[in-house]
């Protein structure tokens, strides 16, 4: 009896039938690639939203409208945070630009105590006592929110509404980054005093788990906001404050890491896992302790959303209190991006759901038997 000769498949069909495996794995990671949720944020995205939202509440009409609208207010979200996605860009150039810009380790930069008196203000003058290098490392955080309120005045003057959601979202970032007290120290993290990882424990973990409790304590004292006839004097002032809530800050959390046995350094993964038993107590006695010491972390977003509320004030009143914003051409030229599928801070190109698209096809094409 002949032996059966064994049918051959098309060359075409046998290269797909080979690669079948890797075409499986890529649809996988373009799929992956499309859901994956934006990395967390300085201050904390949540911390973030409640100041903005708060800050907004505070303005008087007709300023308040221009962005207390719901779809207005997501705007404004989204471009309170683009600061911290645009530090996070792997090009060494963005990078340089923008991360300097959300922080002023100013005991970094002088030798002088505190409340560093004769630190000065104009960026001129304290580039030419101390050298334009050390600011690269010590940050330009005040005089970055001063750029971000004159941006801001231009775009309220002109009209533009692109601009104005874009220049309003910096100052309020880099306004309410000067108030937290991790931001303004070369102890930055607590490393220099046993504490680290402090930092991100306090902006993002304790808030996670509080969000209740701080957004009933930025809501405090609320009031309509005052004038500013000199910012960046005011910066600098409020920055200072920042600097002396440190020490509260490290002694409540020394506490609490020797209570709880546990590091926030060495489990960032509990940041948002409410879950972990340590995390729990550490956190709970970290509140605790800082309640015992007047809540000086609930302080500091109290008075940033005051202060930011301010800053927005100031620069609708010197643009002439506008009323009416315009539509203005984007960045690009005028053209309104069309590479990209937009779902809130998340841009998917349209090259990569085509991709996924076809390779899900290929996973589910019905296939011949031999």
């Not at 000065?120 to 970055?144: I, L, S």
């Not at 004292?221 to 960046?232: G, I, N, V």
Request: charged share 25%; proline share 8%; hydrophobic share 40%.
């Amino acid at each position: 009896m002949p032996t059966p000769t064994a049918r051959r498949e098309p060359l075409g069909r046998a290269t797909a039938r080979a690669c079948y495996p890797a075409f499986l794995a890529l649809a996988g990671a373009a799929i992956v690639a499309l859901a994956a949720p934006p990395s967390a944020l300085a201050w904390g995205d949540r911390a973030h939203a409640l100041i903005t939202d708060e800050a907004v509440e505070r303005l008087p009409e007709p300023l308040r409208s221009l962005f207390s609208g719901e779809a207005d207010l997501k705007r404004l979200h989204e471009a309170v945070l683009a600061p911290d996605t645009r530090r996070k860009k792997d090009t060494q150039p963005e990078w340089e630009e923008e991360h300097p810009k959300h922080f002023l380790d100013i005991d970094l930069v002088t030798a002088e105590p505190y409340p560093f008196k004769s630190f000065p203000h104009e960026r001129a003058a304290a580039e030419k006592q101390f050298g334009k290098d050390v600011f690269k490392t010590a940050g330009t955080v005040p005089w970055a929110s001063s750029d971000a309120l004159e941006a801001l005045v231009e775009a309220l003057t002109a009209g533009r509404t692109d601009d104005i959601f874009t220049r309003a979202g910096d100052l309020l970032h880099y306004g309410a980054d000067i108030h937290q007290p991790f931001h303004v120290s070369k102890n930055y993290d607590g490393k220099m005093t046993g504490n680290d990882g402090i930092h991100k424990a306090l902006e993002i973990g304790l808030v996670n788990r509080h969000v209740d409790f701080y957004k009933a304590e930025v809501r405090k004292d609320r009031h309509e906001p005052a004038y500013l006839a000199k910012p960046l004097d005011d910066l600098f002032d409020w920055l200072v404050v920042a600097w002396s809530r440190q020490k509260p800050i490290l002694e409540a959390d020394s506490i609490a890491r020797q209570k709880a046995n546990y590091n926030p350094w060495k489990n960032l993964a509990d940041l948002d896992n409410f879950d972990s038993p340590d995390a729990t107590t550490y956190y709970a006695t970290l509140k605790q302790e800082l309640e015992a010491r007047g809540s000086p972390e609930a302080a500091a977003m109290r008075e940033a959303t005051g202060h930011i509320a301010e800053l927005l004030y100031t620069a609708w009143v010197r643009a002439g209190k506008p009323l009416v914003l315009a539509p203005a051409p984007d960045a690009s030229g005028g053209v309104e991006r069309t590479d990209v599928l937009i779902f809130g801070t998340i841009h998917i190109p349209y090259w990569l759901i085509g991709l996924a698209a076809a390779l899900v096809v290929l996973l589910f094409w019905p296939r011949r038997r031999p």
